[in-house]
């Protein structure tokens, strides 16, 4: 599911009780248009997995999986994005980027009770994270709230899955982070 914009404020758009599997993305925010506003977005109840068979071992990553992907550039904006009650499971590759990522231009994000856990142990890699918060060299990112989600690591020696990545990118980093209660 593709939500993009140019030059046009699109609000109040909810995604919900859906189950994605075998495809690269599952849901893409994309404000990253000229001016491009997303605002007041419900991304809930929903159930993302198994997006390993997209894997590109050609070495160029094409395709790095996320469940949802949302990014605005420096005249585009995300705000007030509630993302909530997702399940992300099954295989998800050895080129996953996230189970839920943002770049560029970010403001008041809500991430909560989501269940996020890959299941195989010797292939699932998640290059930015669970939950990955990136800020381009331009963009600029606040506000961001992550509460009661459980994020299951796929076994104890994966050193490439990290549980949050925020304000990667340049500086200045991201303000007004809160982690609690995961």
């Not at 010797?122 to 459980?150: E, M, P, Q, R, V």
Request: glycine content about 10%.
């Amino acid at each position: 599911l593709q939500q993009p914009t140019s030059s046009t404020t699109v609000t109040g758009a909810e995604f919900k009780n859906n189950v994605v599997y075998h495809v690269d993305h599952g849901f893409i925010l994309d404000a990253n248009a000229t001016s491009g506003i997303i605002t007041n977005t419900y991304i809930h109840d929903n159930e993302c997995r198994d997006f390993g068979l997209w894997d590109d071992t050609s070495g160029s990553n094409s395709f790095h999986h996320d469940c949802v992907h949302s990014y605005a550039d420096t005249t585009g904006t995300l705000s007030n994005i509630f993302i909530y009650n997702l399940q992300g499971l099954g295989a998800w590759g050895a080129t996953s980027n996230a189970f839920i990522y943002t770049e560029g231009t970010a403001q008041t994000f809500y991430v909560f009770n989501n269940f996020l856990k890959p299941s195989d142990a010797s292939t699932d890699h998640l290059a930015s994270g669970y939950i990955g918060i990136i800020k381009n060299s331009t963009g600029t990112c606040s506000n961001l709230f992550s509460y009661n989600n459980t994020l299951v690591g796929a076994n104890n020696t994966n050193t490439g899955n990290s549980g949050f990545l925020s304000g990667a990118g340049s500086s200045p980093a991201c303000t007004g982070l809160t982690w609690k209660n995961n």
